[in-house]
């Protein structure tokens, strides 16, 4: 079956430090790859999308990368913050599929 | 201001009574959707559609009912509610429906607790 696997420990790290998400997906081919934060009690808001073909995308302190063949997505936040505090979800589109399909999230935890 | 908007925010009511959450966007999106997240689940898809009159089963439609007879409003209606059905749910707009390639601007979430 489809699995969108993120860590569901909570990553706690130092100010300063750069945080590392992972997303490993199984039985998908995506075309897309998403990220959003989530604080809580509110809705997800975009961050960061890339495409299949493309091996890392940036912006600003973010970072993402997207390994088609280790099926994985890594989401990183350089000289994190105490703000960057949140849960961050990854989200996948299947080529041909309309809906995003989202990972339970990994809740980053940046103390100062 | 672009925004998805959903009311309520937080509702209580009790199993079999009939209740509906609004969901309207202002940015002339065609595609809409709901989500209902719970924890260690995730954001689950309920219904979608992609433009006027238009609608389709999500992942977990059973017990929810939707429709979609403005561009801008895509409410969610539970005919007979059920305490499996206390969640938060999310309302989501994109532009066009290509949802692949597009991103989603979600709403603030309604919490739904059914006794």
């Known amino acids: 079956s489809q699995k969108i696997e993120q860590n569901s420990e909570a990553l706690n790290i130092q100010e300063g430090k750069t945080a590392t998400l992972t997303c490993n997906y199984t039985?998908?081919?995506?075309?897309?790859l998403q990220w959003y934060r989530q604080d809580p009690g509110r809705g997800p808001v975009f961050l960061l999308l890339?495409?299949?073909?493309?091996k890392e995308k940036r912006k600003e302190r973010l970072k993402v990368t997207f390994d088609t063949t280790l099926k994985q997505s890594l989401f990183h936040i350089t000289a994190s913050q105490p703000a960057d505090s949140a849960t961050y979800l990854c989200?996948?589109?299947?080529?041909?599929?309309?809906?995003?399909?989202f990972g339970s999230g990994t809740r980053l935890q940046v103390q100062p | 201001e672009a925004q998805v908007t959903q009311n309520p925010r937080y509702l209580i009511t009790v199993t079999g009574k009939k209740l509906t959450v609004t969901c309207s966007q202002n940015?002339?999106?065609?595609?809409m959707s709901w989500y209902r997240q719970d924890p260690g689940l995730g954001l689950r898809q309920i219904y979608y559609?992609?433009?006027?009159?238009?609608?389709d089963k999500g992942d977990v439609p059973e017990g929810y009912k939707v429709s979609r007879k403005e561009k801008r409003n895509f409410p969610l209606i539970l005919e007979s509610p059920s305490p499996n059905q206390t969640s938060l749910y999310f309302c989501?707009?994109?532009?066009?429906?290509?949802?692949?390639?597009?991103?989603?601007?979600f709403g603030s979430g309604t919490q739904l607790s059914v006794l």
């Open positions: 989501a707009s994109s532009p066009s429906g290509r949802a692949s390639n597009e991103k989603l601007f």
């Open positions: 039985n998908y081919s995506p075309a897309y």
């Open positions: 890339i495409r299949e073909n493309e």
């Open positions: 989200a996948l589109a299947h080529t041909g599929r309309r809906a995003l399909t």
């Open positions: 940015m002339n999106h065609e595609y």
């Open positions: 559609s992609m433009n006027v009159e238009v609608t």
